[in-house]
């Protein structure tokens, strides 16, 4: 089942952002393994990121051997704290090609 997370790092910025992206995302754009879709943009009080991955497993995968040591590795120069997160099983899923 589809899997979704909602990140919010209160006070993150675009360059916070784009540190922590370029450790831990494929040097050609492309998505990361298991991730479907991502969508992230500045919010009133912070940056927010959206992603949808193949399953709650392939989410944990990546967080786990990916995402989680590139915040470590970025350290200052990335987001300062952990984000308010909102998980889901996707339901409801469509995608508009244009």
């Known amino acids: 089942m589809t899997y979704g997370i909602v990140h919010h790092f209160k006070g993150g910025t675009r360059e916070q952002f784009e540190a922590v992206t370029a450790k831990v995302d494929p040097p050609d754009g492309s998505l990361v393994l298991g991730e479907t879709f991502e969508a992230s943009g500045p ?29 470590r590795e970025v350290g200052a ?22």
């Not at 120069?77 to 244009?98: M, Q, T, W």
Request: aromatic share 14%; charged share 30%; glycine share 10%.
């Open 43 to 71: 919010a009133e009080d912070g940056w927010v990121v959206v992603g949808l991955f193949e399953s709650r497993q392939a989410w944990e995968r990546f967080r786990d051997e990916t995402l989680l040591p590139g915040f």
């Open 77 to 98: 120069a990335g987001f300062s704290g952990p984000p308010d997160e909102i998980s889901f099983d996707a339901v409801n899923v469509k995608h508009r090609l244009d």
